[in-house]
């Protein structure tokens, strides 16, 4: 995964490094569209619940210190648990201070190393109220029984394509939700989320 950005952001430098740099030839769209495709909804580094084959799959764009990503998630869980054709891929954002850092380095650490560990882990670090700090991350990890990991270089690497990712498909901030062909800002309601996923379900089995 860490390659494909590589070659992703080395085509974008090399044409901004032109004066004038020329519009993207349609190849050019099409390498740009299927790496962008195969980072956000392929990299086994990245969490993911729901349907292993899955007809319909988002992506969520999430921070563990954002009140915001903490009301949606909820949803987001009842939603693949509703349409068990539909899965989730979870792409935490840092932009919340060091302990957004962390906390998205233990779960994704612990998606690694202990996927079977990762959603109780993941559930427990969302209920916490207002920021994290080391202490309520470990709280965390005791009560929901996850092994201690030791965090390393490629938890950050994860981290840095996810930020690249966020950028190039225009995330603003989270909760930022891809569903089909379209990007869902913040924490919806239940009514909405529902309607959209319904929705870009009926197009995929139209297809």
Not at 14 to 42: C, D, R, V, Y
Not at 179 to 197: F, H, K, N, Q, R
Request: net charge neutral; glycine share 4%; charged share 20%.
């Amino acid at each position: 995964m860490k390659y494909l950005m590589i070659m992703l952001l080395a085509l974008f430098t090399g044409l901004s490094a032109a004066k004038e740099p020329a519009p993207f030839t349609p190849e050019q769209e099409k390498q740009i569209e299927a790496l962008i495709q195969e980072a956000l909804f392929n990299d086994p580094a990245s969490p993911r619940i729901g349907a292993e084959k899955a007809t319909l799959t988002l992506v969520n764009f999430t921070d563990y210190n954002c009140p915001y990503c903490k009301q949606l998630d909820p949803l987001l869980e009842k939603i693949v648990q509703k349409y068990p054709q539909v899965a989730v891929v979870i792409k935490p954002l840092p932009f919340k201070g060091e302990s957004s850092v962390l906390s998205a380095r233990t779960a994704l650490t612990t998606w690694r190393e202990h996927p079977q560990q990762f959603l109780a882990l993941h559930e427990k670090l969302m209920q916490k109220k207002g920021y994290h700090t080391a202490a309520s991350i470990k709280q965390a990890q005791e009560k929901s029984a996850a092994t201690p990991v030791t965090l390393d270089e490629k938890s950050m690497e994860t981290l840095s394509t996810n930020l690249q990712l966020a950028r190039l498909v225009g995330v603003q901030g989270t909760p930022a939700t891809i569903i089909g062909d379209e990007m869902i800002p913040g924490a919806v309601s239940w009514e909405t989320l529902e309607a959209v996923v319904k929705e870009k379900l009926a197009m995929a089995h139209a297809q």
